[in-house]
Structure formats: C-alpha cells, structure tokens
C-alpha cells in the first residue's frame, strides 16, 4: 500500500546524516532505487518503514495514517546456552588461550636464543 509522504521521508534520511548507500543496504535495494523511492510523493508503507527503521526513525507522528496498521517486528531468535554450557566453552576458550600464550612465550625465547648465539659468534 502506497502512502503519500511528500519529501518528510527524504528529509529525515537528508537530516539523519546516514549514507544513503548503507540506507540501501539496509532496506535491500541499490542506491539508485532508494533515491529514486525518495523523489516519489507517494511511498510503499514497507520502504517507509525500512528507511526508518535504518535511520532509526518513526514516522507515524508526521504520517497519522500509518496508525492504522498493526506492524510486527521481525522475531530475533537467540541461541541460548544453560550455564554449565557457557562454563565448559569458557574454559576450553580458556585452555586455548594459554596454550597459544605458552607457544608464544616459547617463540620469544627461541629467537632470543637465536640472536644471543649469532652475537656471539
């Protein structure tokens, strides 16, 4: 559905200061489409809500109509992890990283080593 919007949307990307090549990005379209969708008087509600959504903008304030919709937002799922989840990968995480400090430790004291010999001979 097509809502009219004048230049409100194309003022706010204008003042929200954000590339407009990441603005397209965000809602899926090249940067050529968004500028054009920004010339037009009347705008599909969709693009209306990407770009604010990418501008973190909302319009229903300056667009009254869009009250009228019931939008839901995308569901975000997460992975969860119980707790002894997260202490086992903390202390593998943990194991590596001295393993990886260790090997490190060992290196510098091998070209140490190394430089120390060549000076001597």
């Known amino acids: 559905m097509k809502v ?4 409100i949307v194309k003022n706010e990307v204008t003042r929200s200061g954000k590339n407009k090549t990441q ?3 965000d809602i899926g379209r090249s940067r050529t489409l ?7 008087e009347y705008m599909e509600l969709d693009y209306v809500l990407k770009i604010g959504k990418s501008i973190r903008h909302d319009f229903t304030d300056q667009l009254p109509e869009m009250n009228k919709y019931v939008f839901q937002e995308e569901e975000v799922h997460y992975d969860t992890f119980n707790k002894s989840e997260l202490k086992n990968e903390l202390l593998d995480l943990q ?6 400090q260790e090997a490190h430790i060992q290196l510098l004291n091998e070209v140490r080593g190394f430089d ?6």
């Open 4 to 7: 009219w919007v004048g230049d």
């Open 34 to 40: 968004l500028n054009n969708i920004l010339d037009e």
């Open 116 to 121: 120390r010999q060549k000076s001597t001979v």
């Open 95 to 100: 194991r590596k990283y001295i393993s990886l």
């Open 23 to 25: 603005i397209a990005k």
